[in-house]
């Protein structure tokens, strides 16, 4: 069974409350708190378009004029954890999810 690694915060003026997932080593992953704008600098796995955690992450880069690299959508919280524990991107997750399923190579964090 996979158990939780640790936290990085994003702090993005409150309205994105989402957790940022990384791989053990990644330079997030060293920190208790980041920004969106530093997380939009790597490529990122998230939900695919039409989902409601996708739209927050969309308002909330286009409020501060951040384009980030999309890689990989995947519809489940798991398989998104999973692909950023194998060094695929930086994944974007509910808060509200927990990190139950978080593989135990990654580092996972709150978003604000």
């Known amino acids: 069974m996979s158990e939780h690694r640790g936290a990085v915060d994003v702090e993005a003026s409150g309205e994105l409350e989402n957790r940022a997932?990384?791989?053990?080593?990644h330079e997030l992953a060293c920190r208790k708190t980041t920004t969106l704008a530093q997380v939009?600098?790597?490529?990122?796995?998230?939900m695919p378009t039409g989902t409601g955690l996708r739209a927050v992450l969309d308002q909330a880069c286009a409020a501060r004029s951040l384009r980030p690299t999309i890689v990989i959508q995947a519809a489940?919280?798991?398989?998104?954890a999973d692909l950023a524990a194998r060094g695929l991107g930086v994944g974007i997750l509910s808060s509200s999810r927990g990190f139950f399923g978080t593989p135990a190579r990654a580092r996972a964090g709150a978003m604000k």
């Open 21 to 25: 997932v990384v791989r053990s080593g």
């Open 40 to 46: 939009a600098r790597h490529p990122i796995v998230c």
């Open 76 to 80: 489940a919280a798991d398989s998104i």
